[in-house]
């Protein structure tokens, strides 16, 4: 049922349906990739919070360094990357990651993260995952998974970062 109020905007009444309250991850996680909706890199707008004692301590996205121009205005900046099993593959180098950029706003203000929980869009790059690693983050949750997520994987498991994986799906990009 919906009446127009004088403002011109719908007026929507709902039925009382009961209420299913999040899980704190699902809560988090649906946070996480709220954020990722400011990423300015249409091949991956991902997004990244970092969580401890179920307080949000910090947000990243991907996106270009302070200052530079986003892939939304001129264009990705790509390049080609021979995998370690020949494949090829393309990435675009022009931003940063959201785990990175996570971390670097935790620096930045000051805010320690260690011991902290770590949700994102994917499992985070071989990169990314080492820095997770040095930043003394415990415990990385991950929506999809990544094409190269072997390394990563086995970085986690070798330092003793918890690492969830919420679905199998395969992160897909263009011109991947």
């Known amino acids: 049922m ?4 004088e403002s011109g905007f719908f007026l929507c009444y709902t039925f009382p349906m009961p209420h299913i309250r999040p899980s704190w ?21 991902s997004g990244c919070i970092i969580v401890r004692n179920k307080q949000i301590l910090v947000t990243g996205y991907v996106g270009s360094p302070v200052g530079f121009p986003h892939c939304d205005e001129v264009g990705h900046e790509m390049h080609k990357v021979i995998d370690d099993d020949g494949t090829e593959s393309r990435h675009c180098v ?10 670097a706003q935790a620096a930045k203000l000051g805010v320690p ?4 929980t770590l949700y994102c869009h994917m499992t985070p790059c071989y990169t990314c995952a080492k820095i997770i690693i040095n930043a ?22 070798t ?8 679905s199998g799906e395969v992160e897909k990009y263009d011109q991947q």
């Open 159 to 166: 330092s003793g970062v918890q690492f969830v994986l919420v």
């Open 25 to 45: 991850d699902e809560y988090f996680m649906s946070i996480a990739e709220l954020v990722g909706t400011r990423a300015t890199c249409d091949r991956g707008r």
């Open 2 to 5: 919906k009446d127009r109020h």
């Open 94 to 103: 022009r931003t940063v990651h959201a785990e990175q950029n996570a971390i």
């Open 113 to 116: 993260i260690d011991g902290g």
């Open 136 to 157: 003394g983050i415990k415990k990385v949750i991950a929506a999809k998974d990544y094409h190269q997520r072997k390394k990563s994987k086995e970085a986690f498991e």
